[in-house]
């Protein structure tokens, strides 16, 4: 069964930083790869999604890269806002599985002022 | 505007009612999901659907009963044998090429 895991649980940073988010799989046969938001009480709002054959994908100030070999994912922030502050969760989608997403428990991340 | 919604936001019930939850979507998907999430805990999958009258029990489908008679509409209905209810329940759909998936605002129900 593919395992998901994103380390660190939580995170604190100044504003300003620019950081890094952590997403590893155990099975590197996945069509793609999203990374999601989740702010207190709320759904998950969709950041990026990369394809199995794609290796980074931009939004703005957000870059996420793919290395399926290793079963790595990345999430970059660059020049961190207090409005970052939410949780970040990574999803793989698999084939031969009905189109199941798997996700990680993700990674609480607090942009202090 | 296209999106996923979830209704009500907050549902309260007692111990033995059966409850449904409302989750429609305009956007014209094939699949639909509905997970539940924890204090501390990672999202469940409790039951899916890739097309119209399917569906398929996920990890955690025992006291929960869904149904899919329209593309646009997935009900789950949280029946009196699930032992521990009281979650957030959100809904989600997928499709297009990318098959992206997208989340409704989340339902919050306490069994008491």
Not at chain 1, 45 to 68: F, H, M, P
Request: net charge neutral.
């Amino acid at each position: 069964k593919q395992e998901v895991t994103q380390i660190p649980a939580a995170l604190s940073v100044p504003e300003g930083e620019n950081l890094v988010l952590n997403c590893s799989f155990t099975d590197s046969a996945i069509y793609n790869l999203q990374w999601f938001r989740q702010d207190p009480g709320k759904g998950l709002t969709s950041l990026l999604l990369i394809q199995s054959s794609q290796r980074e994908q931009t939004s703005g100030r957000l870059n996420a890269s793919l290395d399926k070999s290793s079963g790595r994912s990345t999430l970059y922030i660059a020049a961190s806002q207090p409005g970052d502050s939410a949780t970040y969760l990574c999803a793989v989608r698999r084939p031969y599985t009905g189109n199941q997403f798997y996700f990680g428990t993700g990674t609480s991340l607090t942009v202090i002022p | 505007d296209g999106g996923i919604t979830q209704s009500p936001k907050y549902l309260f019930r007692k111990e033995g009612q059966n409850v449904t939850l409302s989750c429609e979507q305009n956007l014209n998907h094939d699949a639909m999901y509905w997970y539940r999430q924890d204090p501390g805990q990672g999202l469940r999958l409790i039951y899916y659907s890739q097309i119209v009258n399917d569906f398929q029990k996920g990890d955690i489908a025992e006291g929960y009963s869904v149904s899919r008679e329209k593309k646009e509409s997935f009900p789950l209905t949280v029946t009196s044998a699930q032992k521990n209810p009281t979650a957030f329940y959100l809904c989600a759909s997928s499709g297009g090429i990318s098959y992206e998936q997208y989340f409704g605002p989340g339902t919050r129900l306490t069994v008491t």
